[in-house]
């Protein structure tokens, strides 16, 4: 099957202004993550959706980041005001169980370029 | 607080093994994982071990668990030029957590030929 789908692939925005991305998980995964993935780093968490509500959002590094899951399927990653210092690769994760074993599956990411 | 280290950098000859080892800090963590990161590409859940185990092989992958000295290791046999690519330890947020995963830097395997 399809699996998690992220859009835009790339996307170059000035400072100042505000984005939002988009997470399509794999059909029937209750939770959803997002990370942030700087150059030379491994990924690091940013929130964390067990259906439609945000179960952790102890990652979002200021109020500028929000998300959303209004339907307990698409997520979308908001930021406003947007800053250098927010590039990076964003990254979607789904997984079919709350408990357990977590496994997580990852999209492509979104490459965020803030000039 | 939770911390996850790996080693930047290995290279090896293809047909040798690779052996990619981690140290993490949360003892609480139930699940250990291990992620493959090509250029440009998103992450590959690999494998995983569970904290109660202390090997699991999966066909070229074999993953070693010390919990005592928490430390993880990833061999992966005759490897071969494919195999080239980043790969990320990752840990649990603890017992009971909701799955939020702790990373590590990432090991790049570079396999010559």
């Known amino acids: 099957g399809a699996g998690v789908s992220q859009t835009p692939s790339n996307k170059v925005t000035e400072k100042g202004k505000y984005v939002e991305l988009r997470c399509d998980p794999i059909?029937?995964?209750?939770?959803l993550y997002w990370y942030r993935q700087s150059l030379g780093q491994g990924p690091e968490f940013l929130i964390y959706f067990q259906g439609t509500g945000a179960a952790d959002d102890s990652g979002l590094p200021n109020d500028r980041f929000f998300a959303v899951r209004p339907e307990g399927s698409v997520s979308t990653l908001k930021i406003q005001r947007t800053e250098r210092g927010d590039s990076a690769v964003y990254l979607c994760?789904?997984?079919?169980?709350?408990?357990?074993?977590?496994?997580?599956?990852f999209g492509p990411g979104t490459r965020l370029t803030v000039t | 607080g939770e911390d996850v280290e790996q080693s930047l950098f290995l290279s090896v000859r293809e047909g040798d093994s690779s052996v990619i080892n981690c140290t993490y800090t949360d003892s609480s963590s139930t699940y250990l994982y291990w992620y493959k990161q090509e250029p440009g590409a998103g992450l590959q859940l690999l494998t995983y071990?569970?904290?109660?185990?202390d090997m699991k092989q999966d066909q070229r992958l074999t993953v070693l668990l010390n919990k005592k000295d928490k430390h993880l290791s990833l061999r992966i046999a005759d490897t071969q030029t494919g195999d080239s690519a980043i790969y990320f330890c990752a840990e649990s947020m603890g017992a009971g957590s909701q799955g939020n995963l702790i990373f590590g830097k990432g090991t790049k395997l570079s396999v010559k030929p």
């Open positions: 071990i569970f904290s109660n185990m």
């Open positions: 059909s029937g995964h209750t939770a």
């Open positions: 994760a789904s997984s079919p169980s709350h408990g357990g074993k977590y496994e997580q599956y």
